[in-house]
């Protein structure tokens, strides 16, 4: 009989990108060694999860990370993120002792944190290897910050020493500090599921029609242009959690939340919130992409560097989206072309170290 080994993985909440680029490495993981359960340490939808490891997982629903307080898709909240993360930090050693005690108790062996660096500590406690994933990491993030907002240095020191306790560094492309003793791998995107045409039918959506998908990273907005989507007659517009209605807007199907990976491959164009889950799977799918930067977050410099020498693609300001004057582009932004999809995803990459930082740690619980 197989031995069931355990995983944990720490995942920040802030937004989405880094729950769904942890799922994909999940997915090539399991793909490889079936006999994986991940223990997900986050406060994150569990649907995130079970559309790429169902059974496969358990989620504990315990606070790991605070990143930023956003007040909108678009912007921060600086004196609520300071708050808080001066509540959550230094971390108290009472948790990290609860939860390595937990985790111990499961027989988890390996320890992954994408951004969450509650994670290394807890796994120093256990006595495992602990992994850190990242394409920017918090305290490079605050960095930006500290002029205006010197709250942040105390927080930046200790991340950075907890953050350099790793005993395995990896980082996705675009990498925003490269490390040059870290594994750096190419965007890291969950695996499309269903053929585009099978999407597309689903949807209720010809192929000759075009399809555009706008996306705003699993954060609510409220967008001023909605009413306009309708002079578009010839186009069909879909949009993820949005309730709006429409002879245009695709309803979504009925059911368990959308697989947004399907919905990207499906669309002609996308258009949103440049953040890591949509750029790696619309660089993946091929797709063009209408992004929109966030001044304010330094992630979206390396990203939209990125996303402008790789991907067809069309840059549009906060106003320009939220206001709708985008709409006035469209047959320009209609007209990039898709690409073949890039060979190489970071998830598979990961995998494969990962897969021999287990058998490692197999080897040596044998011989000890």
């Not at 850190?132 to 240095?153: A, C, D, K, M, V």
């Not at 705003?216 to 907005?221: D, P, T, V």
């Not at 067809?312 to 906060?318: F, I, K, T, V, W």
Request: charge should be negative.
């Amino acid at each position: 009989m197989t031995h069931v080994q355990a995983v944990a993985w720490f995942i920040t909440p802030h937004g989405f990108g880094h729950a769904t680029r942890s799922a994909a490495i999940m997915q090539a993981l399991h793909a490889r060694l079936p006999h994986l359960h991940f223990h997900i340490v986050s406060r994150l939808p569990e649907f995130l999860f079970d559309q790429v490891v169902p059974g496969a997982f358990t989620l504990h629903d315990e606070p790991c990370d605070v990143g930023l307080v956003q007040q909108t898709a678009m912007e921060i909240d600086f004196e609520a993120s300071l708050r808080v993360l001066n509540d959550f930090y230094p971390l108290d050693e009472g948790r990290i002792a609860n939860l390595a005690a937990r985790l111990s108790g499961l027989d988890c062996s390996l320890v992954c944190c994408d951004i969450a660096p509650l994670g290394i500590a807890v796994a120093k406690a256990i006595g495992c290897p602990s992994v850190l994933i990242e394409n920017f990491t918090f305290h490079w993030i605050y960095e930006s910050y500290t002029r205006h907002w010197p709250g942040f240095e105390p927080i930046i020191a200790y991340l950075r020493d907890l953050c350099e306790r790793a005993d395995l560094h990896i980082q996705t492309e675009p990498i925003s500090e490269p490390n040059r003793n870290a594994l750096h791998t190419a965007p890291v995107a969950r695996r499309f599921r269903n053929p585009r045409s099978e999407v597309r039918r689903q949807l209720g959506v010809p192929e000759d029609r075009p399809l555009v998908m706008i996306t705003m990273g699993g954060i609510r907005e409220n967008l001023g242009f909605l009413n306009r989507l309708a002079s578009q007659r010839e186009v069909c517009f879909l949009l993820p959690g949005a309730s709006v209605r429409g002879e245009n807007i695709v309803p979504l199907p009925e059911g368990a939340p959308a697989y947004h990976p399907d919905l990207i491959h499906a669309a002609d164009l996308v258009i949103g919130k440049l953040g890591y889950s949509t750029f790696a799977e619309v660089y993946h799918a091929g797709v063009p992409f209408g992004f929109v930067t966030r001044p304010n977050f330094p992630e979206s410099v390396p990203l939209a560097a990125f996303v402008r020498r790789e991907m067809p693609s069309m840059e549009l300001d906060a106003g320009t989206f939220l206001q709708g004057d985008w709409l006035d582009r469209l047959p320009e932004l209609l007209s990039l072309k898709r690409v073949p999809p890039p060979r190489v995803n970071g998830a598979t990459q990961i995998a494969e170290r990962l897969v021999m930082t287990i058998g490692a740690t197999e080897t040596s619980d044998r011989d000890a």
